[in-house]
């Protein structure tokens, strides 16, 4: 878990990072789910593409935000969203938001990652 300074830090600039969100709750993808995304988070420049999360294809929000968002937000989505982990790319280096009700023992890997 990092916090804003820290992130900044590994970043190097005021720049945008880069999350990706998928949409499963599970193995599969609830309606609103796509809604609830953009709305939490207040997204505005993203798009949706295909990913895969354990094996299972979902479909995945790739969104730009900027570095000084607040952390608590990605964390609060988590929870919100029902989903393990929302993993984040700053210019340097990648690394997930884990949600803090489920023990979640994952790591990010730059493999899986889909750039903006």
């Known amino acids: 878990m990092y916090d804003l300074e820290t992130m900044k830090k590994m970043n190097g600039t005021n720049e945008s990072v880069t999350i990706n969100v998928g949409l499963n709750v ?17 997204l505005k420049n993203y798009k ?21 968002f607040e952390m608590r937000k990605l964390i609060d989505a988590t929870v919100a969203l029902r989903q393990d982990a929302i993993a984040v790319k700053t210019k340097n280096s990648g690394y997930l938001v884990t949600n803090p009700t489920r023990e979640v023992d994952i ?8 750039d903006f």
Do not use: C, H
Request: charged residues 25%.
């Open 26 to 42: 599970g193995n599969t993808e609830p309606e609103y789910q796509l809604g609830m995304t953009v709305g939490l988070l207040r």
């Open 48 to 68: 949706i593409t295909e990913g895969e999360w354990d094996g299972i294809k979902e479909r995945v929000v790739v969104a730009e935000m900027p570095a000084n």
């Open 107 to 114: 790591s990010y890997d730059s493999n899986f990652f889909i």
